[in-house]
């Protein structure tokens, strides 16, 4: 039985390769539960000190086990870094001893801009995660579990996913223990349930909601953009890049 968590952050493609996993039949796929607790029922974001964040996000990571009444065989967790931080620690202990931690980055000269389009098209406000795009966040992350564990984690980039899709996929099945299929290069337009709980879900998943597979991207080009980025944005991109580049240099070929 795999046990796999794919840390990454905002407009880095995750979504699209938990869209290609949910394909599997015997795979239960969880989305983003620790995201999913900041979030209120009005769409407004949550205080950590809130109890009802406490008690929402046990909640929803109680849904990241298997019962034996679940059909399911294997376990595969999508998350953003960002949303634990402080907290990485609790991702290698306990439930999450015997997890996979597996990693996604993508160029944040693309991710940036990306961003932008998101929130120029909602309210023209950039969301409170820009510090450092979410690299920082990945990178501690994936030191901690380096650090705990006697296997180097995998990552993978977006950028080759998109070029090489099916190669990819291949092994990043193959080194978590998720059963690869055909089936996941392409698939059905379709919206879950889990999505809609996102204020303005149509803008952060309309690209995955509408698609039918990987397309196809110039390696190293994808998303970017020659608009001026917004002065927060251009602070946020110098920050993340050092960050990206010890990422990408331990990253998994």
Same mark, same amino acid.
């Given at each position: 039985?795999?046990?796999?968590?794919?840390?990454?952050s905002h407009?880095?493609a995750?979504?699209a390769?938990?869209r290609s996993i949910r394909? @599997?039949e015997k795979?239960?796929?969880?989305?983003e539960?620790n995201?999913m607790a900041?979030?209120?029922?009005?769409?407004s @974001?949550?205080n950590? /000190?809130?109890p009802m964040?406490?008690a929402?996000?046990?909640?929803?990571?109680?849904?990241?086990?298997?019962s034996?009444s679940e059909?399911?065989e294997?376990? +595969?967790?999508?998350d953003?870094a =960002? #949303?634990v931080?402080?907290?990485f620690d609790?991702?290698?202990?306990g439930e999450f001893?015997?997890?996979t931690?597996? +990693? @996604?980055?993508?160029?944040?000269?693309?991710?940036?801009?990306s961003?932008q389009?998101?929130?120029?098209?909602?309210?023209?406000?950039? &969301?409170?995660f820009?510090?450092? !795009?979410? +690299? /920082?966040?990945? =990178?501690?992350? #994936?030191?901690?579990v380096?650090?705990n564990s %006697? $296997?180097?984690?995998?990552i993978i980039?977006?950028?080759?996913?998109?070029?090489?899709?099916r190669?990819?996929?291949?092994?990043?099945?193959r080194e978590t223990?998720?059963p690869?299929s /055909?089936?996941? @290069?392409t698939?059905e337009?379709?919206v879950f349930p889990?999505?809609k709980? =996102?204020? %303005? #879900?149509e803008?952060? +998943?309309? $690209?995955v909601?509408?698609s $039918?597979g990987?397309?196809?991207h110039t390696?190293?080009?994808?998303g970017?953009?020659s608009?001026?980025? !917004? &002065? /927060?944005l251009e602070?946020?991109?110098?920050k993340?890049?050092? =960050? #990206?580049e010890k990422? %990408?240099?331990l990253r998994t070929?």
């Open positions: 039985m795999a046990r796999v968590i794919l840390w990454s407009r880095c995750s979504t390769v938990e394909e @599997l795979v239960k796929v969880v989305h539960p995201c900041f979030f209120g029922e009005d769409g @974001l949550r950590v /000190e809130d964040f406490e929402k996000r046990n909640y929803i990571l109680s849904q990241s086990k298997l034996r059909r399911y294997h376990i +595969f967790i999508k953003l =960002y #949303y931080r402080g907290s609790e991702f290698i202990r001893a015997n997890f931690h597996t +990693f @996604l980055i993508r160029d944040p000269t693309a991710v940036a801009p961003i389009r998101v929130c120029k098209a909602q309210d023209g406000e950039v &969301p409170f820009t510090d450092t !795009l979410g +690299f /920082e966040e990945m =990178y501690n992350m #994936y030191e901690t380096k650090n %006697n $296997s180097k984690p995998l980039a977006a950028e080759d996913i998109f070029d090489a899709p190669e990819t996929m291949e092994m990043y099945c223990g998720l690869f /055909e089936s996941m @290069l698939w337009p379709k889990e999505w709980q =996102y204020p %303005n #879900y803008l952060w +998943f309309g $690209s909601m509408t $039918s990987f397309l196809k390696a190293g080009k994808m970017k953009s608009e001026p980025l !917004l &002065p /927060e602070v946020a991109l110098k993340a890049m050092p =960050y #990206y990422l %990408n240099s070929v």
